[in-house]
């Protein structure tokens, strides 16, 4: 039975049930299912267990009850999969944020007074727009430090300053940052004195990294393990990232783009209707 | 001859003998010995040579005709000595500014609106108070790009926010960055835009770091090849880090806190005498 948890970053922590009780309630399961699921743990895992084992056995377990359920629960590696080897995180941001109406851009150049920036995103709508910075980590447990809010709040301001800036934009411009990973509470206190919007894997609790997708199924593609590199890449390219995106394609097509046959196509095409239709 | 010059950073430039020149005239040395010195450089080395071995060569020759000039010529290297593994550089530049007249501190704690920060250095006079981030490289050739001038800047704007500073405090309050090696063209196009001041191994060049050392002849014993990271570190715990902080030292207490002898510490004085007499 699991008692220590060593978490990617090395640190030890007690093992916390109600943990992984919601990250198996977030993907919808229903109550008998997860306590199956924490029986199981408990009785075949050992007394102190890397958090990697811990989600594998998980996964396995899903994997073999309810497949579909398991690619969900695998989002926060399918994250770790859009680094800059694959689909960049920053164009993921900017597509997450269209499904909720924004007009999106990502890695474009603004100029503030002094000088000009590359904005990793740029967000609006009629009452926002924010100026973002993206900040990839493929290893988990990195956070980001106050260092990266300030910078970006410096650059912020400096775009603010920019005297071509219509009085009407200048008034809704916000700073944002967005991380896969996690920010330091200095990094936190900071944000919030300065009304800067952060978003990280599990923060804000309302509208978090891993809340905004789900709350949209906008799960990338990178959720199926199945899926090798080579294969996810030659879809991104045509801007195939999202199970929604694979889904509203002619089979034919994404035959031509990627490296699957037409039986392949449709069963994954039949995995992410069951894996929407939850 | 050389021809082309391979800098520690991988990339190659043109051979500049002016900027040889100018290293050397920094040093004091006649313009009769300086021409003997380049001609030495044309016939001996090779069409493509790295800095280091050009450096090399110089300093060899140096102290073969004047030890004492040799060890001023060693003075960019003799900064890398200072690193994280030796004398903080934070210290350091805190000393060299109270040859200035500067109350210095260094790693302190200061307030903002919204944080309480870890400050590297901190100079006040009657006119300044300068807030100080020191970049520290003990690589040569590694630059300090904009973000690092954004962050200090953010910073230096919430301490400037605390409301329990003092309105003639606030009024002389001043950002700066100080570094070993160099910054990129936007972070110093920023710095002039937001008066941020900036101090780099040769920038401003009326004030830069090389130049705030000649003028006080605030050598750091670094220059000194032969004294070993051992004897350095013995001596920096009693803070003596300059030439003057040596040769200010009862010998018999400098052979206590160090592993030299007294010949030793006599010949190391001689040399200092010789270099702050030039």
Redesign the interface.
Known sequence: MPKIVIKSDKTKEPYNEEKVKNSLKRINLSDEEINQILSLVNSKLPEVVTTKKLFAFIFQLLKARKEHLAYKFNLKSAIFRLGPSGYPFEKFIAHLFKEYGFEAKHNLFLKG???IYEIDVYLKNHSEIFIGECKFHNQKGRKND??VV??S???F??IKENPQLKEEEKKILKPLVVTNTRFTS?AI??SE??SIKLIAWNYPPENSLVTLIERKKYYPLTIFDFLNNKILNSLFQYDIVSLGDFLNKESNFLKKVSNLDLREIEEIKEKIRLILGE
Do not use: N, S, T, W
């Open positions: 007074k002094c000088l106050v260092k300030l910078y709040y410096a650059r301001l400096d200095e206190d900071f004195c300065y």
